[in-house]
């Protein structure tokens, strides 16, 4: 299963990918960008099983990503991970076709389970 | 501090990031300038704008900010560099601020953080005796809420 971490923080995606080792995606194939242009690019050229983004960052917005890839017909599983989970952010979230929000902090199992949903079926795919 | 959110709810959000990110036990202390007056700090600020104008910085000593960014990336604390614990603190003070503006009314919009690194006990702005203070594995923590448009 490939999954794709967005966000602008070195530190968040290190802590994102260490989580989702522990919460048994270790064989998941893990990959980074830091904004939602650079994700963007990569979605276009390999499109992953999940991207997990965060909602507020530089150059392009994990919401702003999601809304171009809905625009341009790419269908790709999408959640955000944000501690700007307010009700208007949640809102827009669902709008735009994400599958969850979590809130930062978040625990292990928070993280495990939205993933589990999302992922259905898709954990021991190559 | 100046807000309409209780103080307590500051603190509670400030030992809830702590706690679940780094896994640190964080306790609220009263201000003593003695204590903190010898340390250099990091300090982190996120702004708010929208119907809610205001500021957020957290802020921590300097051989804490290294073993909180040590504790993100998973490494020693002498292997963090001075990037990452900009980064660390940045991201740090972005969950304070994001969970602080959850429990604003109205519409509001969450600055990206800027972080300032080795900033002495007297430029500490705003000033220390405005901040909650915290003691944290043996190093201090600041965070302030200040409402108005940020300087």
């Known amino acids: 299963m ?13 802590l994102i990918r260490r989580t989702l080792r522990g919460a048994r995606y270790d064989e998941a194939n893990i990959s980074e960008a830091e904004n939602g242009r650079e994700a963007f690019d990569s979605i ?15 150059e392009m917005s994990g919401i702003e990503l999601l809304e171009r890839l809905h625009d341009d ?4 599983s999408f959640g955000f991970i944000t501690s700007d989970d307010s009700e208007a952010n949640v809102e827009r979230a669902r709008k735009a076709g994400a599958r ?3 809130g930062k902090p978040f625990s292990r199992q928070d993280l495990r389970r939205a993933v589990n949903e999302a992922t259905e079926g898709k954990k021991n795919s190559p | 501090m100046s807000a309409e959110i209780p103080t307590a709810k500051l603190h509670e959000i400030t030992k809830n990031v702590w706690s679940m990110v780094l896994g640190f036990r964080i306790q609220p202390v009263k201000f003593d300038a003695g204590k903190a007056g010898a340390q250099e700090f990091v300090l982190g600020k996120v702004t708010i704008s929208g119907t809610w104008q205001g500021a957020v910085t957290l802020g921590c000593s300097t051989n804490l900010a290294r073993r909180a960014a040590a504790a993100m990336f998973g490494k020693a604390p002498a292997e963090a560099d001075a990037g990452e614990i900009r980064d660390a603190l940045g991201e740090l003070t972005n969950m304070v601020g994001g969970n602080y503006k959850t429990l604003l009314k109205g519409d509001c919009k969450l600055s990206i953080p800027n972080v300032t690194d080795t900033v002495p006990f007297g430029q500490v ?7 909650e203070w915290f ?3 043996g190093g201090m923590v600041l965070v302030n809420v200040l409402k108005g448009t940020p300087r």
Request: glycine fraction near 2%; charged fraction near 25%.
């Open chain 1, 2 to 14: 490939k999954i794709l971490v967005v966000d602008d923080s070195k530190a968040m995606r290190a």
């Open chain 1, 44 to 58: 276009r050229s390999s499109p992953p099983d999940l991207v997990l983004a965060n909602f507020n960052m530089p």
């Open chain 1, 73 to 76: 017909g790419v269908d790709v």
């Open chain 1, 100 to 102: 969850f929000v979590i």
């Open chain 2, 125 to 131: 702005n705003p000033a220390p005796p405005e901040h």
């Open chain 2, 135 to 137: 003691e944290c594995e």
